[in-house]
């Protein structure tokens, strides 16, 4: 039986399912789409994303935090995210194929600073059969794309 464990990072980007990936009628976003290349940004948030969550099913957690947006890195430390993730996959390890649900850059996110952010969402395989999915939110940060939120929860 599944124990429900969510892991959420930057406390201030609460990631649900279903909603942030709904396409909203939101002029605001839709201004701001239109001033980049929101495909050419997905992409390469993307790429940060999954080279990311290599190193993390890769058990490489210290070197997740540090390649984490500086959000991610204020709003916690090394050593309570290294206790959150062994606490959170160990009982889903090994991480297994990921198959993207969905994407949305966004310019706005609650409780978030201002800012370019793409929400990702994987359907993930996991050790007995079973699948969770994770939420993954990388925003633009010095340096390029790097990962500001996770969340992952049993399917």
């Given at each position: 039986?599944?124990?429900?464990?969510?892991?959420?990072?930057?406390?201030?980007?609460?990631?649900?399912?279903?909603?942030?990936?709904?396409?909203?009628?939101?002029?605001?976003?839709?201004?701001?789409?239109?001033?980049?290349?929101?495909?050419?940004?997905?992409?390469?948030?993307?790429?940060?994303?999954?080279?990311?969550?290599?190193?993390?099913?890769?058990?490489?957690?210290?070197?997740?935090?540090?390649?984490?947006?500086?959000?991610?890195?204020?709003?916690?430390?090394?050593?309570?995210?290294?206790?959150?993730?062994?606490?959170?996959?160990?009982?889903?390890?090994?991480?297994?194929e990921r198959t993207e649900l969905g994407s949305r850059y966004m310019t706005d996110i609650p409780n978030a600073p201002p800012g370019e952010y793409v929400v990702f969402q994987f359907r993930t395989a996991?050790?007995?059969?079973?699948?969770?999915?994770?939420?993954?939110?990388?925003?633009?940060?010095?340096?390029?794309?790097?990962?500001?939120?996770?969340?992952?929860?049993?399917?």
């Open positions: 039986m599944f124990k429900t464990r969510l892991l959420l990072v930057v406390p201030a980007l609460v990631l649900t399912s279903p909603p942030l990936l709904a396409q909203e009628n939101d002029e605001s976003a839709e201004e701001a789409a239109q001033e980049v290349d929101v495909e050419a940004e997905t992409e390469a948030a993307r790429e940060a994303t999954m080279a990311w969550l290599e190193l993390l099913d890769a058990g490489e957690y210290e070197e997740t935090w540090n390649q984490a947006a500086a959000a991610f890195q204020e709003a916690v430390t090394v050593g309570d995210w290294l206790a959150s993730v062994v606490q959170t996959r160990t009982d889903f390890e090994p991480f297994g996991v050790a007995g059969n079973r699948t969770v999915v994770e939420s993954v939110t990388p925003m633009k940060d010095e340096g390029g794309w790097k990962v500001s939120g996770y969340f992952v929860r049993p399917e």
